[in-house]
Every structure is written in structure tokens, then in C-alpha cells.
């Protein structure tokens, strides 16, 4: 797996077996999807991160700052090889807790919330209420959500509306803006 766009292009990062990251395919998808509707990017969250191959793509196009959510220590011990192996991490935190805990302690407004949450065991409509109504957003933020092709959300959250939504084998995407 490599990055494939930006100040880190090319960069290979590593993931762990039993992890399902994110294909080239479809964070090339996700960011054609978004980087239209971003004016810039200063702060970006990366939810249920893995491998932390999304939050890295982002910032190598360009974003600012990244929090890396993720709560494997496993998973958190790859992430920050990875930011390492992509000189990226001096812009970006690591924490090693659940989704759930994080929103009640993450400050300030992200640009980009990328939530990526295992196809199975998650309820992905609970975690994006919390979020619809936490203060991690704020106007023109977006939210990408991979999900499986069998679960259905919502068409919003809170203030948060459906913009687009794109389906890529059993992968589906939904943002929310």
C-alpha cells in the first residue's frame, strides 16, 4: 500500500493482517469526492484509523494537522510508523482509545472527519450523531464515512446533510457536509 498523492506520493505505509484498509482505489475516489468541496484543509480526524493510510493521505495533500483516533495499540504503534516512514509525523497526534471516548475530549472543529469503522460490531449511525452534535463540527465540515454496501444511513445527522454518495464493490461512501 502507498500513498497516492502529494508531498508523500509514492511513500509505501504498512498494514497489519486482519486489517481491511482502505484500497488506493477508493482514497483516490474519497479525495476526487472531497478536495472540490474543501477550500483547505487545517485540521483533519481520522476515526477508527487502522493503518492510518486515510488521516496520511490527507495530510500529504495538503492538510495541516491530523488526529489519529484509533484504539488497537497495535494499530496505534503502526500509525506512528507510518507517519514516520511518510515525514509526516510532526503534524499529527495518536490516540490509542475508543471513538466514543474521543469525541467527549477532542477539541476545536475539523475540516475533514474521515470515519472508517469495521464493517461488523459498530453502530456507524450512533457515532455520527455524536459527532453531528459535538464540537468537532463546524460549518463546512465534512464528513467521509466508508461503510459497507449492506448498511444503510441516514440522509443527515443533526445538521449534517448527505452530499454525496458512491458505492465501490462492497465499499460504500457517504459524505456529509
Not at 140 to 150: A, D, K, T
Request: glycine residues 10%; positive net charge; proline residues 3%.
Amino acid at each position: 500500500m502507498r500513498v497516492i498523492a502529494g508531498k508523500a506520493k509514492g511513500k509505501r505505509i504498512k498494514a497489519l493482517s486482519g486489517l481491511r484498509p482502505t484500497s488506493e482505489l477508493v482514497r483516490g475516489a474519497i479525495f476526487s469526492m472531497v478536495e472540490p468541496m474543501v477550500s483547505g484543509w487545517s485540521r483533519i480526524a481520522d476515526l477508527y484509523a487502522g493503518s492510518g493510510a486515510m488521516g496520511i493521505e490527507a495530510l500529504s495533500r495538503g492538510a495541516e494537522w491530523g488526529d489519529f483516533v484509533e484504539q488497537d495499540p497495535r494499530r496505534c504503534a503502526l500509525i506512528r510508523e507510518n507517519l514516520q516512514r511518510t515525514g509526516l509525523a510532526d503534524r499529527a497526534n495518536i490516540y490509542c482509545c475508543k471513538v466514543s471516548k474521543a469525541i467527549t475530549f477532542l477539541d476545536g472543529k475539523y475540516n475533514l472527519i474521515i470515519i472508517d469503522p469495521p464493517y461488523t460490531g459498530t453502530s456507524i449511525s450512533d457515532i455520527l450523531e455524536r459527532i453531528a452534535t459535538s464540537k468537532l463540527v463546524g460549518e463546512g465540515s465534512i464528513i467521509v464515512v466508508e461503510h459497507s454496501s449492506r448498511v444503510s444511513l441516514n440522509s443527515s445527522y443533526g445538521d449534517l446533510g448527505l452530499k454525496r454518495h458512491k458505492r465501490h464493490g462492497d465499499s460504500c461512501i457517504s459524505v456529509y457536509q
